[in-house]
């Protein structure tokens, strides 16, 4: 089996929760022997123009965390199994609830957050892609981030719209002027960039404390896994989301 990911020769790429999840669902249920991690970062290859893929020696292929899981379980490669039939409805619900949540602040951290996508993510995919896909791709991926975004109001505002919005009245006339203008947005950007931050802090917290309280619920106050002792799928996929979301570059 090979498993194509997003990443460079030798180097994986810390953007996407499905591609680590799911190495990480493979290295701790399916034997080494069995399969191979191709850090491609080819889309192509994928039905759904997405990663990770799992291709099979039969021309077969599963896209994205959830199909792949189901693939392996089918196949007795299933790291849930020691859960009964209700834990295993509640870890599927949870997982469903963590990809959909925490791919909100996944996208905002790596996307919206103008430090964050300046210093970091746009400048990282030229180790993964050639010319021009090194450019389009990052955009691409942000104009998704900005529609996900926008179902809990997250926004980011750009120089463009803080400058037409400042100056649309005040024609400039001198470059002095011009200079100040320049501050000005700039200034005007950081602040209302800062909001957008904070109220991504805010949704942050209250996702981390829903899941506090399921584990509570089920009894489990003292480990980090959401079942107690045993690690599961919907760990996996909360985990990827928090190690890209804390990850310093």
């Known amino acids: 089996m090979e498993l194509h990911v997003w990443g460079a020769p030798d180097k994986l790429a810390i953007i996407d929760a499905d591609c680590l999840a799911t190495i990480w669902y493979m290295a701790l249920i399916v034997p080494t022997e069995k399969f191979q991690v191709i850090t491609s970062s080819n889309t192509d290859i994928s ?101 996900n975004c926008e179902r809990i109001g997250l926004t980011i505002e750009d120089k463009t719209e803080i400058e037409q919005e400042m100056l649309k009245n005040v024609p400039t006339v001198s470059k002095v002027q011009q200079l100040k203008h320049e501050y000005m947005i700039e200034d005007k950007l950081v602040l209302k960039n800062s909001v957008s931050n904070m109220k991504c802090l805010n949704y942050y917290q209250n996702l981390i404390e829903t899941i506090i309280k399921m584990q509570k619920e089920l009894g489990n106050d003292t480990k980090i896994n959401i079942f107690g002792d045993q690690i599961t799928s919907c760990d996996l996929i909360l985990l990827a989301h928090l190690y890209i979301q804390t990850h310093q570059s």
């Open 47 to 147: 039905k759904s123009g997405k990663l990770p893929t799992l291709r099979l020696e039969n021309n077969e292929q599963y896209d994205g965390f959830l199909d792949i899981i189901r693939y392996l379980s089918e196949q007795g490669y299933d790291l849930d199994k020691s859960l009964n039939k209700e834990q295993k409805a509640l870890n599927h619900g949870l997982l469903l609830y963590i990809q959909d949540k925490f791919q909100i602040i996944t996208d905002y951290t790596l996307f919206l957050n103008k430090s964050n996508y300046e210093s970091y993510t746009r400048s990282i995919f030229k180790n993964y892609l050639p010319f021009p896909m090194q450019y389009n791709t990052p955009l691409h991926f942000r104009s998704i981030a900005k529609k």
